[in-house]
C-alpha cells in the first residue's frame, strides 16, 4: 500500500472509531475502489451503509469483506445480521452456523479458538431475536430454545433472561418463569423490568400478595414507576 492509500486508510478508520460514519465514508469507498485487499475497509463500509439502512449496500460490503477474509468473524457476523434483517434467514442461519463450526474448540485439550466478547454478544442477540420472532408466532418452545441459547453465550444479559421468563410463564410454565426471574432480581436488584414481570407472574400464579411486595419493592426505589403504581392500584381495586 502506497502513502496515499495509507493515509487514506488511517483518516477513515479513525473517522470510524470516532463513530464519525459521515467523515469516514468517503476514504473508505476510495480505498474500495482503488481495489485495496483489506477486509475491514469493506467491514467498515458494511456498518456505515446498515446504520444508514442500506442493506443491500450492506450485504455487498460484508460479502466483499468476506472474500477477501473468509475467516473475518465480525464482518460474518455483521452479514448474517444483515441477511436477518433483509428476511434471507436460511442464509443468515448458515453464515452463523459456519461461525460457530469455526470457532468451536477442538481436540482433546480444547484448544480451538475462542469467541471474543463481542462475537459473542453478536451471537446472543441474533438467538434472542429469533426467540422473539417465534414468540410472536406463538411458538413458545421454539422461543425458548432460542432464548437458552443466547444466555448460553451471555448469562449477564438480563434482557433476554427477562424474555425468556415471560416466554416460560406464556408457555404455562410458571415455576420456570419465577425461577428465571428471582434470579435476576438476585443477580441485578436495579434491573426493574424483571421485577415488574416477576410481580406479574406471582399475580398470575394466584399469588397477589407477593406480586404486592415485589411491586411496592419497586415503588420504594422508583416512586415514579407508572407501570408498578398501575399494577399495585388494579390489585389494590380487586382486594
Not at 51 to 71: C, H, I, M, T, Y
Not at 84 to 100: F, H, I, P, S, T
Request: net charge negative.
Amino acid at each position: 500500500m502506497d502513502e496515499r492509500l495509507r493515509e487514506l486508510l488511517n483518516r477513515g478508520r479513525g473517522h470510524y472509531l470516532a463513530g464519525e460514519y459521515a467523515e469516514a465514508e468517503p476514504y473508505l469507498i476510495e480505498l474500495a475502489e482503488a481495489e485495496v485487499s483489506y477486509a475491514d475497509v469493506f467491514d467498515m463500509l458494511g456498518v456505515i451503509a446498515h446504520q444508514q439502512g442500506r442493506l443491500e449496500d450492506a450485504e455487498a460490503a460484508f460479502e466483499k469483506a468476506l472474500r477477501v477474509n473468509p475467516s473475518y468473524t465480525q464482518a460474518a457476523l455483521n452479514l448474517a445480521v444483515t441477511y436477518n434483517d433483509l428476511g434471507k434467514y436460511q442464509q443468515a442461519k448458515e453464515v452463523y452456523d459456519r461461525v460457530m463450526t469455526a470457532s468451536r474448540p477442538t481436540g482433546p485439550n480444547r484448544g480451538g479458538r475462542q469467541l471474543d466478547p463481542f462475537a459473542q454478544g453478536k451471537l446472543a442477540n441474533m438467538h434472542a431475536d429469533l426467540g422473539r420472532a417465534y414468540h410472536e408466532l406463538g411458538l413458545f418452545p421454539e422461543a425458548v430454545r432460542e432464548y437458552h441459547h443466547a444466555l448460553g453465550l451471555c448469562p449477564t444479559f438480563h434482557d433476554i433472561r427477562t424474555e425468556l421468563g415471560v416466554t416460560l410463564r406464556d408457555l404455562g410454565d410458571g415455576a420456570g418463569a419465577v425461577r428465571e426471574l428471582e434470579r435476576i432480581s438476585q443477580e441485578n436488584p436495579s434491573y426493574l423490568p424483571a421485577r415488574i414481570q416477576l410481580g406479574l407472574t406471582y399475580f398470575t400464579l394466584g399469588r397477589p400478595a407477593d406480586a404486592l411486595g415485589e411491586w411496592r419493592r419497586i415503588l420504594a426505589v422508583d416512586p415514579g414507576n407508572k407501570t408498578a403504581s398501575m399494577y399495585v392500584a388494579m390489585v389494590a381495586a380487586k382486594s
